[in-house]
């Protein structure tokens, strides 16, 4: 694969997952992507990550975790990658996340680093091709 345009991560704690938002509700969860979207938003634009013309992207995720003890399920994350790259999108670091413009999303099972927390990993897609 080629080199990462850019990498984030946040440091914040576990990302949100299936069950919590199943427990939290309609309006927790809101809460929660809301607040997700703009850190996501900030984290990119105080990084200064800016690519001329990124048409087409994929993307990695990865998992934090502090240590091994209870590690979650690879997918468990994805409201809080929804949220992530929703935040992306709306600071203007990718075009949008849809088909023609998110060429593929990986998820990567969490990584054992001595924090909690997510991290994002953007590619240069190429233009056209299908993952």
């Known amino acids: 694969m080629s080199h990462p345009l850019f990498t984030l991560a946040d440091d914040r704690g576990r990302p949100y997952t299936v069950n919590q938002v199943a427990k939290d509700g309609r309006w927790g969860w809101q809460a929660h992507t809301k607040a997700t979207r703009e850190f996501w ?3 990119g634009v105080e990084a200064r990550v800016r690519a001329a013309h ?3 992207v994929t993307i990695e995720v990865t998992p934090l975790h502090r240590d ?3 590690p979650q399920d690879i997918g468990a994350c994805a409201p809080h990658v929804k949220a992530a790259i929703d935040g992306l999108v709306d600071a203007g670091l990718i075009p949008d996340d849809n ?3 998110l060429r593929l999303l990986t998820y990567h099972p969490p990584r054992i680093c001595g924090i909690d927390g997510m991290e994002l990993v953007v590619y240069q897609a190429q233009e056209g091709t299908t993952p």
């Open 68 to 70: 091994a003890r209870s």
């Open 41 to 43: 938003g900030w984290l």
């Open 54 to 56: 990124l048409e087409q």
């Open 99 to 101: 088909p023609k413009h």
